[in-house]
């Protein structure tokens, strides 16, 4: 039993989780919390970061990078509403990411005195986005409250989990045993007497659908065997990119996965919300849906799952493959590699025009090499990559899900690299999204990350610019135009390597090349003087079998 603080609860607690790194802001309400983790140097290194939301977004790449968790901690208030975006995108991409926020004294909670950070309802404000919250109050509960959280960190579907503690707490005496934080794994049960039913499904399918989502990143291997057993198509939105290697015969974009949605009698969905296949697409006809998911909120959301398996993919998978088996027993399927594909080539001749992010997008494929991570900010040639960046490994292809959130890029993918040493890492984003966290190129620099930034410069958030003029006319641009600073320069001034290139894909990838050679940090600018041709009618499909509009 050690004799030790809060302090030394949270820093164990991390060991315990399996933490190595923690993106940090420090600041007075912590400052006791910082003094313990010094004597903890060898076990958890801290990455400062320059501002909440970079420490909060390289959390997050990280966390998506590894399938691991990773953590966070920021000072109360301010701070923690600084790092809300990202925690937000965290929660929306379902990452492991462990939130450690400052709080005013315990003494003061409630009272409204308006003291250094204090705003009202901190702790409900990201409760709501956190899968679990735990507001320490007293040093008698925390080491419970401690392990349910550590629980919801490293058990079931993943998501932001919280930790909050008051500045007074951190100093006080507590008793624990570290080996008393790991609990037993409470994830979601496999209901094994419905694998039956899903694989009779899949064994009398006609034609049958694999939809890959964020939660099929642990599963690659049963994904590949079910989908080779069964002949079964296999697509992915952005999160599930990579979960099967794109060069895979079944293997088909998510704009032929729409089609083939369209035609489908049974669907089989992998960790996936189906928001855009149930909500724009539409679920009429004879459609057999089979989902896996380990959050029982997204499982059936909206009450079209024919047959619902609330389980983790990994546990799920293997399972459905084993009553696959049996349930063929020496079958073969048709083999439906050939019509798929006749159906690639058609849609790489439907998507032909889209040129130069097609062809950028090749250059970023060569030097990214076999397990290269691309982390797409929004911007065109990332947006053309949900569907046109042939993604080869799990957790290679990092967005930001429904969040949606501009500026992610940059920060998510310093997070990535640095949990992924030894591999190229690149982040790709518009002139807009980048200067939302530039600053961290200062970090990038402090710690000698060799991360890439691709900034296409049109000196405007040109995504928006276009649907402006789209829909208002051509002279209707409003607060959508840009002045920038020279990015080359810029990156300089932090330390870093800055390069300039023209638009052409042997500039580009001289320019990637020796950016990546060179071992820093490093931006390489691409000047946009009109902003490339728009990728969204291959991404907001629609129709198809019913559906509604495409909700943004
Ligand atoms: C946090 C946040 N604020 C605003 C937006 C709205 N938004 C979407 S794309 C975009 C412009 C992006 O501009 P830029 O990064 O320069 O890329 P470009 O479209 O010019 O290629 C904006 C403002 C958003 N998605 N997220």
Redesign the pocket.
């Known amino acids: 039993m050690a004799e030790t603080t809060v302090s030394h609860l949270i820093c164990e607690a991390l060991i315990a989780a399996g933490i190595d790194t923690l993106y940090c802001l420090p600041g007075v309400q912590n400052d006791d919390f910082f003094d313990v983790l010094l004597d903890f140097g060898g076990a958890i290194r801290p990455v400062v970061a320059r501002h909440e939301q970079g420490a909060a977004y390289m959390a997050t790449g990280a966390a998506l990078a590894t399938g691991r968790p990773q953590a966070y901690c920021v000072v109360p208030g301010e701070g923690v509403l600084n790092a809300a975006?990202a925690h937000a995108t965290a929660w929306s991409v379902h990452a492991p990411v462990l939130a450690l926020h400052g709080q005013i004294a315990t003494r003061a909670l409630g009272k409204g005195h308006g003291l250094l950070h204090e705003v009202p309802a901190q702790g409900a404000t990201v409760g709501a986005i956190s899968k679990h919250m735990a507001e320490l109050r007293t040093e008698e509960e925390a080491p419970d409250q401690v392990a349910d959280a550590l629980s919801a960190l490293l058990h079931g579907a993943p998501r932001p989990v919280t930790i909050e503690v008051p500045m007074d707490l951190w100093s006080q005496p507590v008793r624990f045993m570290p080996g008393d934080l790991l609990r037993r794994g409470e994830g979601p049960m496999l209901d094994r007497s419905r694998l039956a039913d899903a694989a009779a499904a899949l064994v009398g399918a006609e034609a049958p659908l694999m939809i890959l989502g964020g939660g099929a990143h642990g599963s690659a291997g049963p994904i590949q065997a079910l989908a080779e057993r069964l002949s079964l198509p296999v697509t992915a939105q952005k999160q599930g990119k990579g979960a099967l290697d794109a060069r895979h015969p079944l293997f088909v974009p998510y704009p032929v996965g729409h089609r083939l949605w369209t035609e489908a009698d049974v669907v089989l969905a992998v960790g996936s919300r189906l928001q855009v296949p149930e909500m724009a697409w539409g679920t009429e006809g004879d459609l057999t849906l089979i989902a896996i998911n380990a959050d029982g909120k997204e499982l059936n959301r909206r009450g079209r799952t024919t047959i619902p398996l609330h389980a983790m993919a990994e546990e799920a998978l293997p399972a459905l493959l084993e009553a696959v088996q049996e349930a063929l027993a020496d079958r073969a399927p048709p083999d439906r590699r050939e019509r798929l594909a006749a159906l690639r080539t058609a849609h790489a001749a439907e998507i032909a025009g889209l040129e130069p992010s097609l062809g950028h997008l090749g250059v970023i494929r060569e030097v990214l090499g076999e397990d290269g991570i691309f982390v797409e900010?929004?911007?065109?040639v990332a947006f053309t990559g949900r569907f046109a960046y042939p993604t080869y490994k799990p957790r290679t292809y990092l967005c930001s899900g429904h969040a949606?959130?501009?500026?992610w890029g940059y920060p998510a993918a310093l997070g990535a690299a640095l949990a992924a040493p030894g591999r190229r890492v690149l982040s790709v984003?518009?002139?807009?999204?980048f200067l939302y966290c530039a600053n961290e190129l200062a970090t990038a620099v402090k710690y000698a990350v060799p991360l890439v930034a691709l900034v296409?410069n049109?000196n405007?958030?040109?995504?928006?610019k276009r649907i402006q003029q789209t829909r208002f006319g051509a002279n209707r641009t409003i607060a959508a135009d840009l002045s920038n600073p020279d990015f080359v320069a810029f990156a300089e001034s932090f330390g870093a390597l800055g390069l300039r290139t023209d638009g052409t894909t042997d500039g580009l990838h001289q320019a990637l090349e020796t950016a990546f050679d060179s071992g820093r940090p490093a931006v390489v600018e691409v000047p946009v003087a009109e902003?490339y041709p728009s990728p969204w009618p291959f991404i907001q499909l629609t129709g198809g079998r019913g559906g509604g509009p495409f909700l943004v």
């Not at 949606?404 to 500026?407: D, E, F, W």
């Not at 984003?429 to 999204?433: F, P, T, V």
């Not at 405007?460 to 928006?464: L, R, T, Y």
């Open positions: 975006a900010d929004l911007t065109q949606g959130t501009l500026g984003q518009g002139d807009g999204g296409y049109d405007a958030f040109g995504n928006v902003i």
